[in-house]
């Protein structure tokens, strides 16, 4: 909200008017006499460009009642446990966390001994035999998702870092493990890179893609969108994380339906509610190809 406009509003003057603007569709606004003014030849608004007309106005012009929402925290919460986690997921199937399936990608191998990692390793400290290692594809999911810019940003500040690891005959050289027998004949090495290698990283989006925001034209020519979209890879980041196979996705604010199709994606059901119902017309538009792909349904 702008302050010095509700100023002038309170105290019941009229703003000087010094301009107008043309606007269609969600494009930022231009002066008339802008050199962008072609990119609005099918106006669809107008407004005045206008100067504080009150002293007290004067003194707030350029003030306002907040900030640009610029990050979107995720907030993951799990109703409190009758027991252990373990207990919860044999009564009810759901409660685990599908790691290695938000595994962050990656070339290096990333196995590790036992220990603090939670590999499956045995070793034979007698013998000095190398230890039988499982192999995951992937880093471990954090709880921080990137965009690219920031995981470019995040990489000139770190710089480039290497890993710590069990070298062929040179022991340990690891904080996640510590092995004090230098001649254990056992080769892994370290990978480097930057920081953001440590993070799930998400295409840059100011908004979802227009492919992914469904619209409808009313017959008065009006058109049915929603304003807070969501992108599509992230959603199905989010269900495989927390889906347990063959489960079901339940979403009780539905908007236009990106959490639904994410659930069809990745073969899971869903349930969908939402009570408005424009955006239920949204949702079917989106949906509709399920029906003729023989793609898990939602309701």
């Known amino acids: 909200m702008d302050v010095s406009k509700a100023i002038d509003k309170a105290a019941g003057a009229e703003r000087e008017v010094v301009g107008q603007y043309v606007r269609r569709g969600d494009k930022k606004p231009y002066p008339v006499n802008s050199s962008s003014e072609i990119e609005f030849n099918n106006p669809t608004s107008k407004g005045n460009i206008t100067t504080p007309a009150t002293s007290e106005a004067q003194r707030w012009d350029g003030w306002g009642t907040q900030i640009k929402p610029a990050i979107e925290p995720i907030i993951l919460a799990r109703k409190p446990l009758d027991g252990t986690v373990a207990a919860n ?39 000095r035999s190398e230890p039988s290692v499982s192999h995951t594809a992937g880093r471990f999911p954090a709880n921080v998702l990137l965009d690219e810019h920031a995981a470019k940003e995040m990489d000139e500040q770190s710089g480039v870092q290497k890993s710590g690891g069990i070298h062929k005959g040179g022991g340990a050289t690891s904080s996640w493990f510590t092995f004090n027998k230098s001649d254990v004949d056992y080769a892994h090495y370290p990978d480097s890179g930057g920081a953001s290698r440590f993070f799930p990283v998400f295409k840059y989006q100011a908004k979802a893609p227009k492919r992914e925001r469904p619209v409808i034209e009313r017959e008065d020519g009006t058109k049915i969108q929603h304003v807070t979209v969501k992108p599509l890879a992230l959603m199905e980041w989010l269900v495989s994380l927390i889906v347990p196979p063959g489960g079901v996705v339940l979403d009780p604010f539905a908007g236009s339906g990106t959490t639904l199709q994410a659930a069809r994606n990745k073969n899971f059901h869903a349930i969908g509610i939402e009570q408005d119902a424009d955006y239920i017309k949204l949702i079917e538009k989106r949906m509709k190809p399920a029906v003729t792909q023989g793609l898990p349904l939602w309701r």
């Open 89 to 127: 997921v044999l009564a009810h199937g759901v409660g685990g966390l599908n790691i290695d399936a938000c595994r962050v990608g990656t070339d290096d191998d990333t196995s590790r001994p036992p220990g603090r990692d939670g590999g499956n390793a045995t070793w034979d400290l007698s013998s």
